[in-house]
């Protein structure tokens, strides 16, 4: 493991899931986390050398400016105060050509796109921030999403991004956007990408992942059902669809009526009966369940 490896080379390093810890420190993403080495601890040669070799696609590009990337990511007392709440949309940005990508002509044209958006900056050269204004609630999913797709295809690229909640700015507001942050890189590292995420998309897994991690009885109830053919997608099926058969087998393109067999067999052969709310649950935590020991 790399991290055992890091820590071994380099004791004084802090592996979490905080972009900044620090003007002491140079930071670095790899993978779902942040791996933060003394300055003192570290040449400038070990720097370059350290990049390439964790994460020479994500490394930060340039030194913040930004005031709300200064007093989200880096412990500035500045609140900004033109705004009571916000929400802060974190972008993933899958870049086939660097040298053609221009990051302040997509900023700016999404924000010219979306009028709810005041503000933005990236962290690495495939992760940003916009700051949206959006006091009423307004659902912007399919507004986001439109947007998105336009976007993808004049510049060439790929992108997912997360919606965050209306928080209000106050000194919390950088402790929420850390979790938030966290949220977004799970699901991107353990789960099927959407282009657009919510936290009520992810709650459940997020929420109950160190319980589900530890337990046996989900561990072995998610071997039960991957050995049945299908069985992992019809439970996701079923979920996502409120336990509604017909909506199910339109998702997965099958009639009620075979929708309805493969139930039945999946009864049979594991007792959990998926048109039953609370075991549609209990399998569903089975499936998204991770074994951590």
Same mark, same amino acid.
């Given at each position: 493991?790399?991290?055992?490896?890091?820590?071994?080379?380099?004791?004084?390093?802090?592996?979490?899931?905080?972009?900044?810890?620090?003007?002491?420190?140079?930071?670095?993403?790899?993978?779902?986390?942040?791996?933060?080495?003394?300055?003192?601890?570290?040449?400038?040669?070990?720097?370059?050398?350290?990049?390439?070799?964790?994460?020479?696609?994500?490394?930060?590009?340039?030194?913040?400016?930004?005031?709300?990337?200064?007093?989200?990511?880096?412990?500035?007392?500045?609140?900004?105060?033109?705004?009571?709440?916000?929400?802060?949309?974190?972008?993933?940005?899958?870049? /086939?050509?660097?040298?053609?990508?221009?990051?302040?002509? #997509?900023?700016?044209?999404?924000?010219?796109?979306?009028?709810?958006?005041?503000?933005?900056?990236?962290?690495?050269?495939?992760?940003?921030?916009?700051?949206?204004?959006?006091?009423?609630?307004?659902?912007?999913?399919?507004?986001?999403?439109?947007?998105?797709?336009?976007?993808?295809?004049?510049?060439?690229?790929?992108?997912?991004?997360?919606?965050?909640?209306?928080?209000?700015?106050?000194?919390?507001?950088?402790?929420?956007?850390?979790?938030?942050?966290?949220?977004?890189?799970?699901?991107?590292?353990?789960?099927?990408?959407?282009?657009?995420?919510?936290?009520?998309?992810?709650?459940?897994?997020?929420?109950?992942?160190?319980? /589900?991690?530890?337990?046996?009885?989900?561990?072995?109830?998610?071997?039960?059902?991957?050995?049945?053919?299908?069985?992992?997608?019809?439970?996701?099926?079923? #979920?996502?669809?409120?336990?509604?058969?017909?909506?199910?087998?339109?998702?997965?393109?099958?009639?009620?009526?075979? =929708?309805?067999?493969?139930?039945?067999?999946?009864?049979?052969? /594991?007792?959990?009966?998926?048109?039953?709310?609370?075991? =549609? =649950?209990?399998?569903?935590?089975?499936?998204?369940?991770?074994?951590?020991?």
């Amino acid at each position: 493991m790399i991290d055992d490896l890091l820590q071994e080379l380099f004791p004084e390093i802090q592996i979490n899931n905080s972009s900044w810890v620090g003007e002491d420190y140079f930071s670095v993403p790899y993978e779902e986390k942040w791996v933060h080495f003394p300055n003192d601890s570290i040449t400038e040669r070990e720097k370059k050398l350290i990049v390439q070799l964790m994460s020479p696609e994500t490394v930060p590009f340039k030194k913040q400016t930004n005031r709300w990337a200064k007093f989200l990511l880096e412990g500035s007392k500045q609140i900004p105060v033109d705004y009571e709440k916000i929400q802060l949309l974190q972008v993933s940005i899958k870049i /086939t050509n660097n040298d053609s990508f221009d990051y302040q002509l #997509w900023l700016d044209s999404f924000k010219n796109t979306l009028s709810f958006i005041e503000d933005g900056f990236f962290i690495t050269e495939q992760y940003g921030v916009l700051i949206i204004y959006n006091p009423t609630h307004i659902d912007l999913l399919d507004e986001i999403e439109g947007i998105l797709n336009v976007l993808d295809d004049d510049f060439t690229v790929q992108t997912s991004v997360y919606l965050g909640q209306n928080w209000f700015v106050t000194e919390n507001l950088p402790k929420l956007f850390a979790e938030e942050q966290q949220i977004f890189m799970d699901q991107h590292s353990h789960f099927q990408r959407k282009k657009i995420a919510t936290l009520a998309d992810n709650a459940l897994t997020h929420f109950s992942h160190e319980a /589900t991690s530890k337990s046996t009885i989900l561990q072995t109830l998610k071997e039960s059902i991957l050995s049945i053919d299908g069985g992992s997608e019809l439970i996701v099926s079923m #979920w996502n669809n409120l336990g509604n058969i017909s909506k199910a087998a339109n998702e997965l393109y099958v009639h009620r009526n075979t =929708l309805q067999y493969r139930i039945d067999r999946f009864f049979q052969e /594991t007792g959990i009966n998926l048109k039953t709310m609370d075991d =549609l =649950l209990l399998s569903y935590l089975a499936i998204i369940s991770r074994n951590e020991s």
